[in-house]
Nanobody, 122 residues
Framework: WQLVESGGGLVQSGGSLRLSCATSGFTLDYYAIGWFRQAPGKEREGVSCISSSQMPSYQDSVKGRWTISRDDASKTVYLQMNSLNPEDTGIYYC?????????????????WGQGTQVTVSS
């Protein structure tokens, strides 16, 4: 099992980043993939996920700004983040769960990547 995040970095407020989550060691088709972030001094929170059937789900704070997608052929999940603001700063993790066919933001994830840092300057 492996999930490897990439694409983080430093960006100015209003800018964009595209995170990637490359997976290996399991059959992605049956799994929901989530993106979580941990801001300094705060608990980790789910920001977006995509089900095994390509159904996306978003936290209210990112709706309309971000888009999650998956490419099962390349075993990669993407998070396009537009209109970034300083409150989006944090470490972003991707995680996998065998899809239990309900809102993927409410599922408990079993496998996690190491994270990638996103810093948005004002």
């Amino acid at each position: 099992w492996q999930l490897v995040e990439s694409g983080g970095g430093l960006v100015q407020s209003g800018g964009s980043l595209r995170l990637s989550c490359a997976t290996s060691g399991f059959t992605l088709d049956y799994y929901a993939i989530g993106w979580f972030r941990q801001a300094p001094g705060k608990e980790r929170e789910g920001v977006s996920c995509i089900s095994s059937s390509q159904m996306p789900s978003y936290q209210d704070s990112v709706k309309g700004r971000w888009t999650i997608s998956r490419d099962d052929a390349s075993k990669t999940v993407y998070l396009q983040m537009n209109s970034l603001n300083p409150e989006d700063t944090g470490i972003y993790y991707c995680a996998a769960v065998y899809d239990r066919d309900y809102d993927c933001l409410r599922q408990e994830y079993d496998y996690w990547g190491q994270g990638t840092q996103v810093t948005v300057s004002s």
